[in-house]
Structure formats: C-alpha cells, structure tokens
C-alpha cells in the first residue's frame, strides 16, 4: 500500500494534504538552497518533493523493505507508470467488488530522474538506519 500512498495517481490526494504544509512551511521558514532533513521518509517521495522545492534534502529511513523500494523509485530511472503494482492481494477485508483485491496499480506517477533533474531542484541523499543514532 506504500506504493499506492507514494508513487500512483491514486495516492496524489493523499500526499497533497501530506507533503503541501510541510512544503509551504519549509518555502515560509527556510530559504531555498537550505539543507532539510526528512525522517522517517519510507520510499522517498517526500525527499523527492522536498528536493523538487529547491532544497537540499536527506532523507533517513531505518525499514530495509522501504530501503530497497526507494532505491528502485530513486535510482533505477523508471519511465512514468512503467510498472504494475498488486498492493492488495492480501488485503480480503472492505472491498467493494469480490476481486477489488486483484487490481493492479501503475508506478511510478511520475520520474524521479526528471523531477529531480528540473531547473529549480536541489539536491538529495538518502541515509539507513536509526534517526537519533
């Protein structure tokens, strides 16, 4: 379901009432080119969005799952919806239609390579393991 939340269509709802404040609120109270760090930030997008503002953004995650699926919606350079996605096919609960649970989701929604490459980006990193370690 992190796949849906982060990296499809229908999680850009969801990521806008998410990442929109703290965006406006780093755009407020930061100067563009200042360094942020994002705790905590599962497979990346919120880096991503941070560094698509201009900042310079870290990102610190201690899941290794979340690890690796950032590291292919980060690094490997997917093309826009070049994958299919099966989030729910151990989910049997609250399904409106008897095979809800066997629909595919396209990922990623957008290029972590373009976005990341646009004139006004800063830069991003991405560091594993504990927060306060």
Same mark, same amino acid.
Not at 64 to 69: E, S, T
Not at 83 to 92: A, E, N, Q, R, T
């Given at each position: 379901?992190?796949?849906?939340?982060?990296?499809?269509?229908?999680?850009?709802?969801?990521?806008?009432?998410?990442?929109?404040?703290?965006?406006?609120?780093?755009?407020?109270?930061?100067?563009?080119?200042?360094?942020?760090?994002?705790?905590?930030?599962?497979?990346?997008?919120?880096?991503?969005?941070?560094?698509?503002?201009?900042?310079?953004?870290?990102? &610190?995650?201690?899941?290794?799952?979340?690890?690796?699926?950032? &590291?292919?919606?980060? &690094?490997?350079?997917?093309?826009?919806?070049?994958?299919?996605?099966?989030?729910?096919?151990?989910?049997?609960?609250?399904? +409106?239609? +008897?095979?809800?649970?066997?629909?595919?989701?396209?990922?990623?929604?957008?290029?972590?390579?373009?976005?990341?490459?646009?004139?006004?980006?800063?830069?991003?990193?991405?560091?594993?393991?504990?927060?306060?370690?």
């Amino acid at each position: 379901r992190q796949f849906v939340r982060e990296w499809s269509v229908e999680g850009e709802e969801e990521r806008r009432q998410c990442f929109e404040p703290v965006i406006d609120a780093l755009k407020r109270y930061v100067p563009v080119g200042g360094r942020v760090i994002v705790p905590g930030c599962g497979m990346g997008r919120s880096v991503l969005e941070v560094c698509a503002a201009g900042y310079e953004a870290l990102g &610190n995650e201690f899941s290794y799952h979340m690890l690796i699926a950032s &590291n292919l919606m980060l &690094n490997v350079g997917l093309d826009k919806f070049t994958m299919k996605v099966f989030p729910y096919l151990m989910s049997l609960g609250g399904r +409106k239609k +008897k095979d809800a649970h066997l629909r595919g989701i396209e990922v990623p929604d957008v290029s972590a390579y373009d976005m990341a490459c646009s004139s006004e980006s800063g830069s991003m990193g991405m560091s594993a393991g504990e927060f306060v370690e």
